[in-house]
């Protein structure tokens, strides 16, 4: 061993002294006073340990209650968010359907602004004519009314007779004896029948009238040769520089005196009507006439109600004894015979068996 290396030397107590003994008695009293410590020590360790895992315990009871509730609160904010979205999305299938009736509505009232327009254009571009009220009033709540005359079509059999008498009281005294003998002259006569004749008539008309795209109203004429001022307008209104078109007709209309003018094309009408005034070459020189709107008319409702005729019978069961003239002239005077319960016949009609017939029936004006 070198002499300069570092040493120490330990002497360890002897068990054979006394000073030995209380040395390692010492020794073992101070190594269990650090076991005892060290002990304490790490009581005291497990104590906080467990102390910290208590309140990590709690404090995860805490975070867990919170992280349910905010589940919790999670689920039922998204369960509002889905209701909300749920009524959002009603709300707005409404409101598409809202605005769907909206735009149906005002495209009707555009159509019905449109179609009173174009009647107001007509009603303004009527032909001029003088007129005279002789209806009645009534209040403006009732709304507009027109007065129609009907012109009702009756089918006659074979072997019938249509009388019409002057007075009403006549004819019910002639349906009162149901069964008359009509002479013929001799011995020889003629039994027929009397009935009531009914008659179905219009009670109420609805009309839509509408302005025709292919025909105009053409007034305030000259007066000449009709077939040749129907030639005149048809040549005029054919040219496309008078503003016409192709005429497929050219009517005269006998009440009012106007002619209906018809082009093929849709797009004539109007630009005529809107221009109103015409200046057409006529035989003898120019003259000014007039183009309106032409309307349409369908009838939309219609109510009729069944009457019987006051003041004509129908006679029932003529046998074909004799030509169509004759028996009509027998049954006449027959039946103007005050004795054989008639009256002043104003109208007769004879059909003859096996043929048939249509009378009119319409209501007399008051001047007639």
């Not at 005291?44 to 349910?68: A, C, G, W």
């Not at 005529?272 to 003898?284: G, M, P, R």
């Not at 009457?307 to 030509?323: M, N, Q």
């Amino acid at each position: 061993m070198s002499s300069d290396e570092d040493f120490s030397l330990v002497v360890e107590p002897s068990e054979e002294t006394l000073g030995g003994v209380r040395l390692l008695i010492q020794n073992e009293k101070d190594k269990l006073a650090t076991l005892l410590q060290d002990q304490k020590d790490l009581n005291q360790n497990i104590l906080e340990t467990k102390s910290l895992t208590q309140k990590f315990k709690d404090r995860t009871v805490v975070l867990q209650q919170d992280l349910d509730e905010d589940r919790e609160r999670s689920r039922d904010q998204e369960a509002q968010d889905q209701e909300r979205l749920r009524i959002m999305k009603q709300e707005e299938v409404e409101l598409n359907l809202e605005l769907q009736r909206v735009l149906a509505e005002l495209q009707q009232e555009e159509t019905t602004i449109e179609k009173l327009r174009a009647q107001a254009d007509v009603f303004s571009g009527a032909p001029e004519r003088s007129m005279v009220f002789c209806g009645k009033t009534g209040r403006p709540q009732d709304g507009p009314r027109f007065d129609m005359e009907p012109l009702v079509e009756y089918p006659m059999e074979g072997g019938t007779a249509l009388v019409t008498f002057e007075e009403a009281d006549v004819a019910r005294q002639v349906l009162s004896q149901s069964r008359h003998k009509v002479d013929l002259g001799g011995e020889f006569h003629l039994n027929v029948e009397a009935r009531a004749v009914p008659i179905t008539m219009p009670s109420s008309v609805q009309v839509s009238a509408q302005v025709c795209p292919q025909r105009v109203l053409v007034s305030n004429l000259p007066q000449m040769d009709r077939q040749t001022l129907q030639d005149k307008l048809h040549i005029h209104f054919s040219r496309s520089r008078n503003g016409g078109g192709e005429v497929d007709e050219c009517l005269l209309h006998d009440e009012s005196g106007n002619i209906v003018i018809t082009f093929i094309q849709d797009n004539i009408a109007k630009g005529l009507t809107d221009a109103e005034f015409h200046t057409v070459q006529l035989s003898d020189g120019t003259h000014q006439v007039r183009v309106t709107p032409f309307v349409n008319g369908t009838i939309t409702d219609l109510k009729t109600r069944t009457r019987l005729c006051r003041r004509t019978v129908l006679l029932t069961g003529i046998a074909d004894i004799a030509d169509a003239e004759t028996l009509q002239d027998l049954l006449e005077i027959h039946f103007q015979k005050k004795a054989s319960g008639g009256g002043e016949i104003e109208a007769i009609l004879y059909c003859p068996e096996g043929q048939s017939r249509t009378a009119l029936f319409y209501t007399p004006r008051k001047d007639e």
